[in-house]
């Protein structure tokens, strides 16, 4: 089992979540220790694809780890020097954009700017059906930024979503291996 600490900060892209619960186990049997995180609106809010309790029953039963949801509980990642690596899967939209602004008003982005703080590398799974309208730039500017690493994404559904990018949540191992060493795992578009 590989040392480094992992943060999993799991967003509101709901559709996504089966997909990245099974990238989660994948990293729980590569890494010794792995932190669940999730925004408050994951916490709070059941959907048709499943419950938020069920979600962070899961969360906990995957990681063994109690999962941290609101600003309080992550606020020490920075200070205490938590984690190795944070990956944000699926990092939504809105996550993006407040992370490319600097706003810091849920748990996943204060987990990113406590985890940042540090020189940490911060994993984004990009999930959002704007990401090639009104999101692309603010996915534009953490391509360029120091400590941001992308899993390989590409087009949803060009035909009836054209604007919209899912990242290719399997390669999240790959990707969070490639951060920690400070790479970018290539090609970022599929």
């Given at each position: 089992m590989r040392k480094e600490r992992v943060g999993f900060a799991v967003c509101g892209s709901f559709c996504t979540h089966a997909n990245v619960l099974e990238a989660l186990r994948e990293l729980v049997k590569e890494y010794e220790t792995v932190i669940p995180i999730v925004s408050e609106t994951s916490a709070y809010t059941d959907t048709?694809?499943?419950?938020?309790?069920?979600?962070?029953?899961?969360?906990?039963?995957?990681?063994?780890?109690e999962v941290l949801y609101d600003i309080?509980?992550?606020?020490?990642?920075?200070?205490?020097?938590?984690?190795?690596?944070?990956?944000?899967?699926?990092?939504?939209?809105?996550?993006?954009?407040?992370?490319?602004?600097?706003?810091?008003?849920?748990?996943?982005?204060?987990?990113?700017?406590?985890?940042?703080r540090n020189?940490?590398?911060?994993?984004?799974?990009?999930?959002?059906?704007?990401?090639?309208?009104?999101?692309?730039?603010?996915?534009?500017?953490?391509?360029?930024?120091?400590?941001?690493?992308?899993?390989?994404?590409?087009?949803?559904?060009?035909?009836?979503?054209?604007?919209s990018l899912i990242a290719d949540f399997a390669k999240i191992p790959e990707t969070v291996d490639a951060a920690l060493r400070k790479e970018q795992l290539q090609p970022i578009l599929l």
């Open positions: 048709r694809f499943g419950s938020s309790d069920d979600l962070l029953e899961t969360l906990e039963e995957l990681t063994g780890q309080p509980s992550v606020e020490p990642i920075g200070p205490k020097k938590l984690l190795d690596v944070l990956v944000i899967a699926p990092a939504t939209g809105n996550t993006i954009a407040k992370l490319a602004a600097g706003i810091t008003d849920t748990a996943v982005t204060m987990a990113a700017k406590a985890h940042l020189g940490g590398a911060v994993v984004i799974a990009v999930a959002s059906n704007d990401g090639l309208s009104a999101g692309a730039r603010n996915i534009g500017e953490l391509l360029v930024r120091k400590n941001y690493y992308f899993v390989p994404f590409g087009q949803d559904d060009a035909e009836k979503k054209p604007c």
